[in-house]
């Protein structure tokens, strides 16, 4: 499985960007979807993440300014991200597992500043 990420960029606060996760090979053992982050100085961190069914999870910081999804037919993960901060400024990572697996994509870089 590959994972690409993309729709990084520069945004001012309070502005929106929206990241794109797409996955090629074996689809068919990806379960579960997500993004994770790593600023500066900090460890990665868990943003969002969508199960096979559907179920979303976001971490405290982010509910209700980001909107994971997804579409089981391309197996893409899309993340809308609204009102953002300079604290949500990191490398943000698309994740995948299944059967006992994970999977990274690459990092894609968000800066949120005026």
């Known amino acids: 499985v590959q994972l690409q990420a993309s729709g990084g960029g520069l945004v001012q606060p309070g502005g929106s960007l929206r990241l794109s996760c797409a996955a090629s090979?074996?689809?068919?053992?990806?379960?579960?979807m997500g993004w994770y982050r790593q600023g500066p100085g900090k460890q990665r961190e868990l943003v969002a993440a969508?199960?096979?069914?559907?179920?979303?999870k976001y971490t405290d910081s982010v509910k209700g300014r980001f909107t994971i999804s997804r579409d089981n037919a391309k197996i893409t993960v899309p993340l809308q991200m609204n009102s953002l901060k300079p604290e949500d400024t990191a490398v943000y990572y698309c994740?995948?597992?299944?059967?006992?697996?994970?999977?990274w994509g690459q990092g894609t870089q968000v800066t949120v500043s005026s």
């Open positions: 994740n995948a597992d299944g059967f006992g697996r994970v999977y």
């Open positions: 090979g074996s689809k068919f053992s990806i379960v579960n």
């Open positions: 969508i199960t096979g069914g559907g179920s979303t």
